[in-house]
């Protein structure tokens, strides 16, 4: 039949996440989800795909995601020229302006989800690849600057990660990364011999980029050039250090890295990244900071902005490294019958018990008892019941335990009254999950 069919596979850098291993994700997602509550973050979901125009006007054209790393293409049906989300910071923007979501109050929101990037594939650096994105937007800081790390710091202790450290700088406003601006292209022409192609091609569209570099041989004249801090004015630096200040306060240690600029143009004042050397290559978790320009670039009345994003798959990664989390049972009860009226009697329990709270897993398809049985013990079931002709007879259902915390049993099989089995299957599972 599938002659001359070539088969499918998936799209390069884009994964399956795979059945036997979806547990870790939810792990992570529901302590997440008990994170962002705890901070009183509401969930916000927007497109996948946004026009074009969003990312190229809201990342900025002289970047490495607009520049090379966008999905783009024509909808064939209209000719619009569309975009596949890579990152959410821009459409929640949008989403803001749109709906009006700040007109009598600011706005703590996040999202979770698929983000895209044509990049080349490693550990860690995917073509789709999933974000936490945190916003606070309305907010003028420093305070919800300090909140916002204090909360990213808050996750690492529930995750029980240790090896993450916080690099933070201050990007001060456009007059002043102007007056850098100057100085830092007279450096670059000076040095211009060993700028790389991007470097050359930034030189004069996006100085600020050129020293993110991550090319080794550069990094003594992007370590020699002018700072960009050193250019702030004095309302810029109090920003900085009262945000300094609420985390020395709160005990959390980070270090000052002038060349950070991270890779948005929209940025200003607060930029942070945490850090890791537990990943190989691909070195930052998290990375956030203030957009104070971008509500009004977007076309919105213009208001103060910050957020962060983190790479879950980077983020489970150094979790798993750090903890072991274990694949929760698939069932409490596995139902093995065998005859007709076995079979309409162990479908017609399994809704029972589900009423009662356990989850359950019904037999489906033929197979002899051993065969089941045997399945039981693949799903690393605690309890088996066993219906057949007999016990349909005599109306006690056989009840096996198979494990208690676990490790697998010899437990003898007991009668039990179908008119019992509910309670008793739940005491059971109690005892059997202690
Ligand atoms: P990098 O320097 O590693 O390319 P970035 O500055 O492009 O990161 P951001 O745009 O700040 O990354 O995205 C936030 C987070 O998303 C990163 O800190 C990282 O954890 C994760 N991330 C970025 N690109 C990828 C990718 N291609 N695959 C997996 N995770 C990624
Ligand atoms: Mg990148």
């Given at each position: 039949?599938?002659?001359?069919?070539?088969?499918?596979?998936?799209?390069?850098?884009?994964?399956d996440l795979l059945p036997d291993l979806s547990y870790q994700w939810e792990?992570?997602?529901?302590?997440?989800?008990?994170?962002?509550?705890?901070?009183?973050?509401?969930?916000?979901?927007?497109?996948?795909?946004?026009?074009?125009?969003?990312?190229?006007?809201?990342?900025?054209?002289?970047?490495?995601?607009?520049?090379?790393?966008?999905?783009?293409?024509?909808?064939?049906?209209?000719?619009?020229?569309?975009?596949?989300?890579?990152?959410?910071?821009?459409?929640?923007?949008?989403?803001?302006?749109?709906?009006?979501?700040?007109?009598?109050?600011?706005?703590?929101?996040?999202?979770?989800?698929?983000?895209?990037?044509?990049?080349?594939?490693?550990?860690?650096?995917?073509?789709?690849?999933?974000?936490?994105?945190?916003?606070?937007?309305?907010?003028?800081?420093?305070?919800?600057?300090?909140?916002?790390?204090?909360?990213?710091?808050?996750?690492?202790?529930?995750?029980?990660?240790?090896?993450?450290?916080?690099?933070?700088?201050?990007?001060?406003?456009?007059?002043?990364?102007?007056?850098?601006?100057?100085?830092?292209?007279?450096?670059?022409?000076?040095?211009?011999?060993?700028?790389?192609?991007?470097?050359?091609?930034?030189?004069?569209?996006?100085?600020?980029?050129?020293?993110?570099?991550?090319?080794?041989?550069?990094?003594?004249?992007?370590?020699?050039?002018?700072?960009?801090?050193?250019?702030?004015?004095?309302?810029?630096?109090?920003?900085?250090?009262?945000?300094?200040?609420?985390?020395?306060?709160?005990?959390?240690?980070?270090?000052?890295?002038?060349?950070?600029?991270?890779?948005?143009?929209?940025?200003?004042?607060?930029?942070?990244?945490?850090?890791?050397?537990?990943?190989?290559?691909?070195?930052?978790?998290?990375?956030?900071?203030?957009?104070?320009?971008?509500?009004?670039?977007?076309?919105?009345?213009?208001?103060?902005?910050?957020?962060?994003?983190?790479?879950?798959?980077?983020?489970?990664?150094?979790?798993?490294?750090?903890?072991?989390?274990?694949a929760?049972?698939q069932?409490?009860?596995?139902?093995?019958?065998?005859?007709?009226?076995?079979?309409?009697?162990?479908?017609?329990?399994?809704?029972?018990?589900?009423?009662?709270?356990?989850?359950?897993?019904?037999?489906?398809?033929?197979?002899?008892?051993?065969?089941?049985?045997?399945?039981?013990?693949?799903y690393?079931?605690?309890?088996?019941?066993?219906?057949?002709?007999?016990?349909?007879?005599?109306?006690?259902?056989?009840?096996?335990?198979?494990?208690?915390?676990?490790?697998?049993?010899?437990?003898?099989?007991?009668?039990?009254?179908?008119?019992?089995?509910?309670?008793?299957?739940?005491?059971?599972?109690?005892?059997?999950?202690?």
């Amino acid at each position: 039949m599938a002659e001359g069919f070539k088969k499918v596979s998936a799209v390069r850098g884009m994964n399956d996440l795979l059945p036997d291993l979806s547990y870790q994700w939810e792990a992570l997602e529901e302590v997440l989800h008990r994170w962002l509550h705890l901070y009183g973050y509401k969930n916000m979901r927007i497109p996948i795909l946004e026009h074009t125009r969003l990312f190229t006007r809201g990342i900025g054209e002289v970047t490495d995601i607009v520049e090379k790393e966008m999905y783009t293409f024509t909808d064939s049906l209209n000719g619009d020229s569309l975009t596949l989300r890579p990152e959410f910071t821009a459409g929640i923007v949008r989403s803001v302006i749109e709906n009006n979501l700040l007109y009598d109050r600011p706005q703590r929101v996040y999202s979770i989800g698929p983000v895209f990037r044509h990049e080349r594939p490693q550990r860690g650096r995917y073509r789709q690849f999933h974000q936490l994105d945190v916003e606070g937007l309305g907010f003028a800081g420093p305070d919800i600057d300090a909140e916002m790390i204090l909360m990213t710091a808050r996750l690492w202790k529930m995750l029980g990660l240790t090896d993450v450290s916080l690099e933070l700088n201050s990007l001060g406003q456009l007059s002043e990364r102007q007056a850098h601006r100057a100085a830092l292209i007279t450096h670059l022409e000076k040095h211009r011999d060993v700028l790389d192609e991007d470097g050359q091609r930034r030189l004069y569209s996006n100085p600020l980029r050129v020293l993110d570099t991550k090319n080794p041989a550069m990094q003594e004249m992007a370590d020699a050039a002018p700072k960009l801090f050193d250019f702030l004015g004095d309302e810029s630096r109090a920003h900085f250090e009262t945000l300094c200040g609420h985390l020395d306060a709160a005990g959390i240690a980070y270090k000052l890295n002038p060349r950070m600029v991270r890779g948005l143009d929209y940025y200003n004042l607060t930029v942070f990244e945490w850090v890791t050397d537990k990943l190989g290559a691909q070195a930052t978790i998290c990375g956030g900071g203030r957009y104070d320009d971008l509500i009004g670039l977007l076309g919105g009345k213009p208001a103060p902005a910050i957020g962060f994003a983190i790479g879950l798959e980077r983020l489970l990664d150094l979790w798993l490294q750090s903890q072991e989390v274990s694949a929760p049972a698939q069932c409490d009860v596995y139902v093995v019958h065998q005859g007709e009226a076995a079979g309409r009697f162990a479908l017609q329990l399994g809704e029972e018990l589900r009423d009662a709270g356990l989850n359950v897993l019904v037999h489906a398809g033929s197979g002899s008892f051993k065969v089941q049985m045997r399945r039981a013990d693949f799903y690393q079931a605690p309890i088996a019941v066993i219906l057949g002709d007999s016990e349909m007879t005599s109306q006690q259902a056989g009840v096996k335990v198979l494990r208690r915390d676990g490790q697998a049993v010899q437990g003898e099989q007991l009668d039990v009254a179908f008119d019992q089995l509910t309670n008793y299957l739940k005491d059971a599972t109690a005892q059997t999950e202690e």
